[in-house]
């Protein structure tokens, strides 16, 4: 052996820093909150005995977290130190080490509260980072230790790839954090922001039916389902965010945030739907948004005879084109500035976002919203018309049975089934459940403030021992029932009945 083990242990040291690096910059941009170290450290914090924690506390101080932080790091430099002696020896033994510290990282980030699968992702970027790198830099050392001869050569080589690591590993961290301290000071804005006209309202305890497992008709916002086309989420000042409504009209408009904000008010409960949304989907929500009317800002503006839609564009470059007569009829569509009396979650569009009753969200519901360009649709095409979406995208009529849930053993005898229907901006006249291709029962029915929402909806019937398929379906106000042909989502929206499979039997 002609190499010393200082220069294995750098390798370690340094692949490990840059796995470390490019997780962080991973949950900085896919802005997670924290990096997975400091998931690691929350883990021992909840693994932690209170005891144990109150002495460290009353140790440490408020110290308690960054020591706890620091700790981990150095121990973790212990351990990719020593991952980098093992390949001295073989290949593979570094990797059990790599592989068992990203197995800790995922436990650690999986077992938080409000855990995503997404949350994963910057622990598999740094694993990655780990065996590329390291091998890398051990190719270099086992190269010099077959070859003596190269020694110096392989030396340089060695020197020059972990310098490398190094300089990138910093930058990508530097770089990461600056993105995410750009999240954090739009979060705080966020926070501190109080919005003229804004209020904060419960549901109306009517919209229940009262029955548990049913969607709550207002959906909170954290649970409320994202869809973009966006990894990094847009954050915007309010200050810097500023709107152009243009294209064919007399007086173009720019508005500021504030001068947005000081426009009067509306508020209005409307349920959002994607129309990607699978039959019996989760892709929909129903929310109290606070904003301005579009047809009173788009009435004053002299808007020309030819036009036919407005081409909405976001910060980020999404685009959708819009009817024209959605936005200035008597419906409540809006540049909304709060969800469930809070300003926007920056993933729902914060600072400004519209909300159109009635359409599916790809052709309305621009989050993050700068531009407006009045014009026709023989010109403006959205992002995803361009990708064979329908350019006209009406929500269709539905209905979705959350309980029970398919596959799920009941006891035989009355069984309550419910869940929730919609049809915004027609509304719903009744729901109907069908039980193994018997006659269709007319459902209980919460009461909505408007047709703009979704209604609850519940009916007991009598299941006798054995399995059983339910199925439900949905009546408009304008009279249409739902039809049961089966098509996908695309081109502008599934169609089919919302079918469960249950099995009834005697306690
Ligand atoms: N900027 C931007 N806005 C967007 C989208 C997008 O990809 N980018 N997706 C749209 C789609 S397809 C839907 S269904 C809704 C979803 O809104 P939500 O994520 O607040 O539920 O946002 C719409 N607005
Ligand atoms: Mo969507």
Known sequence: MTTHRPP???????AGLAGLATSYAAAMVLTIRESPVVAVAELVIRLTPGAVAERAISVLGHLDKPALVVGIVVLLLGCFAGAGVLARRSWWLPITVWAALAGLGLVAVLTQRGADPVDALPVVVGLMTWITVHSALTDALRREQRRPDLESRERRVFVMVAGVVAVASLGIAVAGRFVGAGR???????????????????????????LPGVAPWQTPNEDFYLIDTTIAKP?????????????????????TYSELVARPKTESWITLACVSNEVGGGLVGNARWSGV???????????????????????DGWTCATPLEVLTDERDAMLAVAMNGRPLPIEHGFPVRTVVPGLYGYVSATKWVVDLEVTTFAKAVGY????????????????RIDVPRSGDDVEAGPVSIGGVA?????????????????????????TVPSVDTWV???????????DHEVRVRAVGRDGDTQTGVVRDPAPDGATGLHTIEISASQS
Request: proline share 5%.
């Open 8 to 14: 294995w242990a750098l390798a370690g040291v340094l």
């Open 184 to 210: 954090r000071h739009v979060e705080v804005s966020r926070r501190l922001l109080r919005i003229p006209g804004v209020t904060r309202r419960q549901a109306p305890a009517a919209t229940s039916v009262g």
């Open 235 to 255: 954050t915007i000042e309010p200050e810097d965010w500023s709107l152009r409504i243009h294209g064919l009209v007399e007086r173009e408009l720019e508005l």
């Open 293 to 315: 009317r579009l047809a009173t800002l788009l009435s004053g503006l002299g808007i020309s005879e030819e036009a036919d839609c407005v081409l909405q564009t976001s910060h």
């Open 384 to 399: 995803w018309t361009t990708k064979g979406w329908s350019a006209e995208g009406p929500v269709k009529i539905a209905s």
């Open 422 to 446: 919609w049809h915004q901006h027609t509304g719903i006249a009744a729901v109907e459940v069908q039980v193994d291709g018997g006659p269709w029962q007319r459902a209980e029915l919460g």
């Open 456 to 466: 609850q909806w519940a009916l007991t019937v009598d299941l006798p021992e054995g």
